[in-house]
Structures are given as C-alpha cells and as structure tokens.
C-alpha cells in the first residue's frame, strides 16, 4: 500500500472531525464518557493528520513520539505547534483505555471515573488539538488557509 499523503491527511481531518463533533453532542447529553472517548480519538487523529504529511501514522493511541520526530522537518514556524500538538496527544492518550475499561485495578468503570469537568477539559484539549493541526496543515500547505 502506497501514502497518498494528502488523501491520508483529508481522510484523518474527516475522521477527527467527525469524533470532536461527537464529543460536542455527548457534552451536551451529559454522556461523559462518551466525551471523554471521542475526544481522546479527535486528539488522535489531528496529530495523525499532521504526521500524514511526512509519513505513514502508525496504530498508537498517542502519536507524540512520531509527531516529536517530524520537528526537525517542519519550518520553525510550526514547531511550538507541533510540541503543543503532541504535549495533548500524551497527555489524553490514557483516556483511550479509562474510557473503555476504566481502571479495572481498582474495580472503577468508566462511568465511575468521568465526571463533567473532566470531560469539558477533554473537549477543549480537542479543540485545541483541532487549532493547533490545521494551522501547522495550512502552513505546511496541506490544506488552504481560511
């Protein structure tokens, strides 16, 4: 399988959309969890639509560590964008598992762990992840600019 980098890049924009808007309609349910799983995934997938512009996202619930090895590739005008971009995808990429399993050690289901601070905190790193890609995507030129 050969990277259409550009299609790739469309595609996981699409897709991190598409679960920001979830979270935005689970925050309004008061669905928590909900939230707190579809924005880990809009995280997700804005750092992966970045990395898709240099190469092939790997399948890790946190892309930091590949997003981290692009900033000597990117003009010096995206990298503090970048390092934010990845500082959100570290740091919600536990609420993959919390958000499925919930922590199973200590007999915690996810509806157990979320409340609505934490998932208004979730929605706006995912929001923030959404501004932080597509200014370093428009920069890059992968995408036009607003």
């Known amino acids: 399988m050969s990277l259409n980098p550009l299609s790739e890049v469309r595609y996981r924009l699409r897709l991190a959309s598409e ?16 939230v707190a799983s579809s924005a880990q995934l809009a995280v997700e997938n ?9 190469e092939t996202p790997t399948w890790s619930h946190d892309p930091s560590n ?3 090895r692009l900033l000597d590739k990117v003009p010096s005008s995206v990298g503090s964008c970048l390092a934010e971009l990845a500082a959100l995808a570290t740091e919600v990429a ?28 979730l929605l706006n790193k995912a929001k923030r992840a959404e501004a932080q890609a597509k200014e370093v995507l428009q920069k890059l030129g992968a995408m036009p600019a607003n």
């Open 19 to 34: 679960h920001l808007e979830r979270a935005e309609r689970a925050y309004e349910l008061c669905d928590w969890v909900a």
């Open 46 to 54: 804005f750092a992966k639509a970045v990395i898709a512009v240099f």
């Open 66 to 68: 590949q997003l981290l």
């Open 94 to 121: 536990p609420e993959h598992g919390r958000a499925s399993y919930g922590e199973p050690s200590r007999g915690l289901t996810p509806t157990d762990i979320y409340r609505r601070e934490h998932a208004e905190d």
